[in-house]
């Protein structure tokens, strides 16, 4: 295959081991700066260009995007992805990994397991904030830090106020989150490729930092890992949109702790720890799935005028429940069901046998006219009302 790796850094580590393994696999590959990359919306097709010439074709890329550039980046590989040029790591599951506080809203709504999170604004929440996640001490963490910074622990509540409000006056956004007492200054990076666990390892921090990042000093070994840790990685990555990702988790009492999604993670510590070839194990992932580009459903799904995606919901009371779903009179309303969720278990284009459980959410292609049927009518709005002939008094 011909592969382009979007690095900034080609003499990094990471990006010479991937070239390498790809080279050694036979593979054509190139490393290609993503600042010089251009946009081209001009013609009928979508199109990109490299200093300032119209791109070869490619058929797969990998994207190395550094914080720093995470919005060009991201367009970049969203114009590959309208170019239908496979990618392991979607612009969305990106941007999404980028967001501390929206890949720990999304990771939330698949129930995966977290510290107990926060996340307000006005003086007066800091303090009930602070008590929801378990009280002093807690982590204090910026919405975009990387490597460890921006990650701060407050002892108690006072100090955790003002750092907060510091960070909040220099245009700040933070996240607040339970310290997590029995990691004891250890975490897991599991590095994820596809839908399996290729290389995990323990990270352990030195001294009193709490922090265990390779970056702040921390010291690595190798880790087998626990099928509920495997299971956790693999989860939250595919949830976020990336194939290729590095998931961070805390040894809780009660098991994992997802802690971050890195879709940029480095291969230098795991490699060294664990002694595998990951990189090697990337290219051979992309190798295997570049006939499959990611493409985004719901743009292609709704280019047909009156179709689209939604989800239905089975509530508990619908004559639904305990039917077969070839029995539940969605084929001939023309509605089409991609996926069931029950629970925290995915199912996949379900048979037509599989039966209906309440609180079933059923994501479904089809009719919207149909679709909008089958949910329960809202109460109407009020009209709206003439203004008051005493008229309110001025803003200050």
Do not use: W
């Not at 006219?369 to 329960?376: D, L, N, T």
């Amino acid at each position: 295959m011909k592969l382009a790796i979007l690095s900034r850094a080609p003499r990094c580590y990471s990006t010479q081991r991937l070239r390498a393994a790809a080279t050694a696999r036979g593979h054509d590959v190139k490393v290609l700066d993503t600042l010089r990359f251009g946009i081209d919306l001009t013609g009928d097709e979508p199109d990109l260009t490299f200093r300032g010439k119209r791109l070869s074709t490619y058929d797969a890329v990998l994207p190395r995007i550094g914080n720093s550039i995470t919005y060009f980046g991201t367009a970049v590989v969203r114009q590959f992805e309208q170019m239908d040029v496979y990618t392991p790591n979607s612009s969305y599951g990106i941007t999404n990994s980028r967001d501390k506080l929206r890949a720990t809203q999304i990771l939330s709504r698949h129930k995966i397991v977290m510290p107990a999170t926060t996340f307000v604004r006005n003086r007066a929440d800091l303090v009930p904030a602070i008590e929801r996640v378990g009280g002093a001490p807690v982590v204090i963490k910026l919405l975009e830090g990387t490597q460890g910074i921006g990650v701060i622990l407050a002892p108690d509540i006072k100090v955790a106020e003002a750092i907060i409000e510091t960070l909040h006056s220099t245009k700040q956004n933070v996240l607040i989150q339970r310290f997590v007492k029995e990691s004891k200054g250890r975490d897991i990076r599991a590095l994820v490729v596809g839908d399996r666990v290729v290389a995990a390892m323990r990270r352990v921090a030195q001294g009193d930092e709490f922090r265990s990042n390779v970056h702040r000093g921390g010291s690595v070994e190798p880790v087998a890992l626990d099928p509920a840790f495997e299971a956790a990685a693999v989860k939250s990555a595919q949830i976020m949109g990336l194939r290729v990702a590095g998931v961070d988790m805390l040894e809780g009492n009660d098991g994992p702790l997802v802690m971050e999604v890195n879709s940029s993670p480095g291969l230098e510590g795991i490699e060294t720890a664990t002694k595998l070839d990951v990189a090697g194990a990337i290219i051979d992932y992309i190798d295997n799935q570049v006939a499959f580009p990611e493409i985004d459903v719901r743009q292609r799904l709704t280019v047909s005028t009156g179709y689209g995606v939604a989800e239905i919901v089975v509530h508990a009371g619908s004559d639904m429940v305990g039917k077969k779903l070839g029995d539940s009179g969605l084929d001939e309303r023309d509605i089409n069901v991609l996926a069931l969720h029950r629970g925290t278990q995915v199912i996949p284009n379900p048979r037509n046998k599989t039966v209906l459980e309440g609180e079933d959410r059923l994501l479904c292609f089809g009719k919207l006219e149909e679709m909008r049927s089958m949910i329960p009518l809202r109460k109407k709005r009020q009209r709206v009302k003439r203004l008051p002939k005493t008229p309110l008094p001025a803003d200050d």
